[in-house]
């Protein structure tokens, strides 16, 4: 059973900073992609972004290009999302996903798909 472990949502004020963290645990296959997706109330699931296990690569949706930032450590099965210069409209709760992927040891990560994915962690932006 895939699990995850999600921390660090909260409330920050506009133009404040928060990381995100995400650790995966409940399977064996070592390429995949992680990332998050956001969901703001009355409003449908929105991608946020993702990072490839095997090269790295990311892939972001344009309001947060720029703002935020996803890395990874790969042995721990943990990704982080850093989010800065943050804005009342990224208020939603965070979920952490994973799409078990072998085909992206052979290319490049294009868009973020999810298989599974976690709870979810509040992220509040006060004006």
């Known amino acids: 059973e895939v699990q995850f472990v999600e921390s660090g949502g909260g409330l920050v004020q506009a133009g404040g900073s928060l990381r995100l963290s995400c650790e995966a645990s409940?399977?064996?296959?070592?390429?995949?992609?992680i990332g998050w997706f956001r969901q703001a109330p009355g409003k449908d699931r929105k991608g946020v972004g993702c990072?490839?296990?095997?090269?790295?690569?990311?892939v972001y949706t344009d309001s947060v290009k720029g703002r935020f930032t996803i890395s990874s450590n790969n042995g721990k099965k943990t990704a982080y999302l850093q989010m800065d210069s943050l804005k009342p409209e990224d208020t939603a709760i965070y979920y952490c996903?994973?799409?078990?992927?072998?085909?992206?040891?052979?290319?490049?990560?294009?868009?973020?798909?999810?298989?599974?994915w976690g709870q979810g962690t509040q992220v509040t932006v006060s004006s």
């Open positions: 996903g994973v799409r078990l992927d072998p085909s992206l040891a052979k290319r490049r990560l294009q868009e973020c798909v999810w298989d599974y």
């Open positions: 409940g399977f064996t296959v070592d390429v995949y992609s």
């Open positions: 990072i490839s296990s095997s090269d790295g690569s990311t």
